[in-house]
């Protein structure tokens, strides 16, 4: 069984930063890809950044510069680094496991709230 647990939501003014976390426990491959995703009220779920096991990034348009996603030392843990907060990134930001190893299973997270005010 495989569980995401995230963390480091909050509050914060524009401008501001936030660093979220994200371990996953149980059984998976060593090759997989982590990510973080957000969905704001009445809009579609959104990939923001991806790493993968071997360290690769990505990142959507709207936030390269400003977030840095990161692999920790312990296995299956990712961060995300939020500078420069704006309140367009206001929402519900959920971790995702994509687990490689047999035939690309998905995992995600309870998510964790972001709000950025003005």
């Known amino acids: 069984q495989v569980q995401l647990v995230e963390s480091g939501g909050g509050l914060v003014q524009a401008g501001g930063s936030l660093r979220l976390s994200c371990a996953a426990s149980g059984s998976t491959s060593s090759l997989n890809v982590m990510g973080w995703y957000r969905q704001a009220p009445g809009k579609q779920r959104e990939l923001v950044a991806t790493i993968t096991n071997g360290g690769r990034t990505n990142y959507a348009d709207s936030v390269k510069g400003r977030f840095t996603i990161s692999r920790g030392n312990a296995r299956n843990t990712v961060y995300l680094q939020m500078n420069s907060l704006k309140p367009e990134d206001t929402a519900v930001y959920y971790c995702?496991?994509?687990?490689?190893?047999?035939?690309?299973?998905?995992?995600w997270g309870q998510g964790t709230q972001v709000t950025v005010s003005s």
């Open positions: 995702n496991l994509n687990d490689l190893g047999l035939v690309g299973l998905n995992y």
